[in-house]
């Protein structure tokens, strides 16, 4: 275990900015799915051992949290997992600091959850929260907010630490060699500053409790305090959406191992299909027809598998996903980035961006976030389109697109397919209001040797609409990361002033 973090909260401190005040009353869990294994990545350094225990063993993120102040104002509510769809009440939002932005989850708010809290704690005791596990047969978080305990006005302000740890469940011979990056991380206390790491400075005592928590006082009146406008912008998909999106990933995997030409044209779009990546170092770039026409003599393997990730985010008419395979034709394993977007009421794959390799099977639950080097060079390219287009400037927005991409996506309903260059002879005259502002959403990156993507949301552009880009970049032989693909979803707002 190491423990990254910590936090102090005294309400009446925090006003003297000698503590951080309480944190959401309303319930979250402070990871996704994605966010999880992103942010340890970000977390630990960068070497062998940490990818062998990432890519290879459970390892999950763990909240310790305590109270000493003797009270029971604004206790800790914690949602019974058994009570929770966790695949479908849960919805993303963006955490956004000066620094880097985040992700955690909020919940549609439902009859079905079940909400506990523990009275009377003392310093001895504590709660673990589990935020991330990274072993989908077990729980993947704790849905957990603060609330006004009205029977406890009287009692002192609630005075509480929480811990923030990495657990690694790998053999010891690894686990006790991992480390973190550096002596400071960072930490979401007062908006994103840095602060020391908690390994450093918490006294380590020994609990002594012996209280059974197993009697819980249930809470009835938690509210979620939801409404449309929390739910981050790029996963405003219903579960249906995101449902048919599987589905058509999965006909991908099925197609493939029947060696079915027809199912897998019927798959991808009618008219606007790109296929692009790598083999190894080779370079592949085009439609996917030669891949249409050579599926029948493939020779796959007999423990071909393929795996689609639940990470799939769909905005309106478009949806980006992926997806591993292993055993692929003469034993190729695969990482298949795939954009789609609505084709007569039905998703459709627009692009596939790939990274194939000989050797060693990819762990379906590999960890798509690379270095941090190459993750920054990703970012940098997705915020160079964010300062280009702010800028209106047609030269710096070509340079990070490949002379060979493609855009297509929906203004609203309407649908254009086709290439980004009616896009950049746009960007000069663009009449972007002073509070035009895009966000690189940086748990979107994922990168799998020389294929990448990244999604960035931008707000009042041109003055008057609001959009969720999705990006397909491949790395060049010069090492430069440009865009291959971008899907875009675009709404008319309320004209903005400029």
């Known amino acids: 275990m190491l423990p990254f973090d910590y936090v102090v909260r005294n309400l009446d401190l925090a006003k003297e900015k000698k503590a951080a005040g309480y944190a959401f009353n309303r319930p979250h869990n402070d990871h996704t799915l994605l966010s999880g294994p992103r942010r340890t990545r970000e977390l630990l350094g960068e070497d062998k051992i940490h990818d062998l225990l990432l890519n290879n063993y459970r390892f999950a993120l763990m909240n310790v949290w305590r109270r000493w102040d003797g009270g029971n104002s604004w206790p800790l509510a914690c949602c019974s997992y058994e009570?929770?769809?966790?695949?479908?009440?849960?919805?993303?939002?963006?955490?956004?600091?000066?620094?880097?932005?985040?992700?955690?989850?909020?919940?549609?708010?439902?009859?079905?959850?079940?909400?506990?809290?523990?009275?009377?704690?003392?310093?001895?005791?504590?709660?673990?929260?589990?935020?991330?596990?990274?072993?989908?047969?077990?729980?993947?978080?704790?849905?957990?907010?603060?609330?006004?305990?009205?029977?406890?006005?009287?009692?002192?302000?609630?005075e509480?630490?929480?811990?923030?740890?990495?657990?690694?469940?790998?053999?010891?011979?690894?686990?006790?060699?991992?480390t973190l990056r550096g002596a400071k991380v960072a930490t979401n206390v007062e908006g994103g500053?840095?602060?020391?790491?908690?390994?450093?400075?918490?006294?380590?005592?020994?609990?002594?409790?012996?209280?059974?928590?197993?009697?819980?006082?249930?809470?009835?009146?938690?509210?979620?305090?939801?409404?449309?406008?929390?739910?981050?912008?790029?996963?405003?998909?219903?579960?249906?959406?995101?449902?048919?999106?599987?589905?058509?990933?999965?006909?991908?995997?099925?197609?493939?191992?029947?060696?079915?030409?027809?199912?897998?044209?019927?798959?991808?779009?009618?008219?606007?299909?790109?296929?692009?990546?790598?083999?190894?170092?080779?370079?592949?770039?085009?439609?996917?027809?030669?891949?249409?026409t050579s599926i029948e003599k493939a020779k796959h393997s007999p423990t071909y598998e393929g795996m689609v990730s639940d990470d799939i985010h769909v905005n309106g008419n478009v949806a980006s996903g992926y997806i591993v395979e292993n055993g692929y034709s003469g034993g190729i394993s695969f990482v298949d980035y795939f954009h789609l977007l609505r084709e007569n009421g039905k998703f459709k794959i627009v692009s596939k961006c790939f990274n194939g390799k000989m050797g060693d099977p990819v762990p379906l639950n590999i960890l798509l976030n690379g270095s941090t080097t190459e993750h920054n060079n990703v970012k940098a390219v997705l915020q160079e389109y964010i300062d280009a287009t702010a800028a209106n400037d047609e030269s710096r927005i070509r340079k990070i697109f490949r002379d060979d991409s493609k855009m297509n996506g929906f203004s609203d309903s309407r649908v254009y397919i086709g290439t980004p260059e009616v896009f950049f002879k746009m960007v000069p005259n663009m009449k972007h209001p002073s509070n035009y502002k895009g966000i690189v959403l940086n748990d979107s990156i994922h990168i799998t040797g020389n294929a990448a993507i990244g999604s960035l949301t931008e707000e009042y552009f041109n003055g008057d609409t609001h959009f969720t880009d999705h990006f397909h970049l491949l790395k060049g032989e010069d090492g430069t990361w440009k865009i291959i693909s971008k899907i875009y979803q675009g709404n008319k707002v309320i004209k903005s002033k400029m």
């Open 193 to 292: 500053v840095m602060g020391p790491s908690g390994h450093d400075n918490i006294e380590r005592g020994k609990n002594d409790s012996k209280k059974n928590f197993a009697k819980a006082t249930k809470v009835d009146d938690v509210s979620t305090n939801l409404t449309a406008a929390t739910i981050a912008t790029y996963d405003s998909g219903t579960q249906s959406d995101k449902d048919q999106v599987k589905a058509v990933l999965q006909e991908y995997i099925d197609g493939t191992v029947a060696k079915s030409e027809q199912r897998l044209r019927n798959v991808f779009h009618s008219s606007a299909a790109i296929m692009n990546g790598y083999i190894g170092s080779h370079c592949m770039l085009g439609t996917p027809e030669p891949f249409f």
């Open 160 to 178: 509480s630490m929480e811990v923030r740890c990495i657990v690694l469940f790998g053999p010891e011979e690894l686990t006790s060699q991992a």
């Open 83 to 158: 009570s929770l769809d966790y695949n479908k009440d849960m919805c993303v939002q963006d955490l956004v600091y000066p620094h880097r932005t985040g992700e955690t989850y909020t919940v549609r708010r439902s009859n079905n959850h079940q909400y506990y809290w523990f009275s009377d704690m003392t310093k001895d005791e504590a709660i673990i929260l589990k935020i991330y596990d990274s072993d989908p047969t077990r729980s993947r978080g704790s849905l957990h907010t603060g609330f006004d305990n009205p029977n406890a006005k009287k009692d002192p302000t609630r």
